[in-house]
């Protein structure tokens, strides 16, 4: 799956973040780091989405 990630510089940092996934977002020095960052936050939320799916949810994988 590739996910549309938008960077931009701001005042000394690097911000990135992830508009398909509301709250997914990052901010470093650098752009490696706030990438970094961001890809980690992307794994919590869809990993936060499974442990909170409804009991008998049955959670398939589809390449997009």
Known sequence: MK?????RAREGAVQAYCPDLPGCSAAA?????ALR???????????ESARA?????????IEV
Do not use: D, K, S
């Open 3 to 7: 996910l549309p990630v938008h960077v």
């Open 37 to 47: 960052l961001l890809l980690a936050r992307i794994e919590a939320h869809f990993a």
């Open 53 to 61: 799916a409804l009991p008998g949810t049955r959670i398939v994988h």
């Open 29 to 33: 020095r650098t752009e490696p780091e």
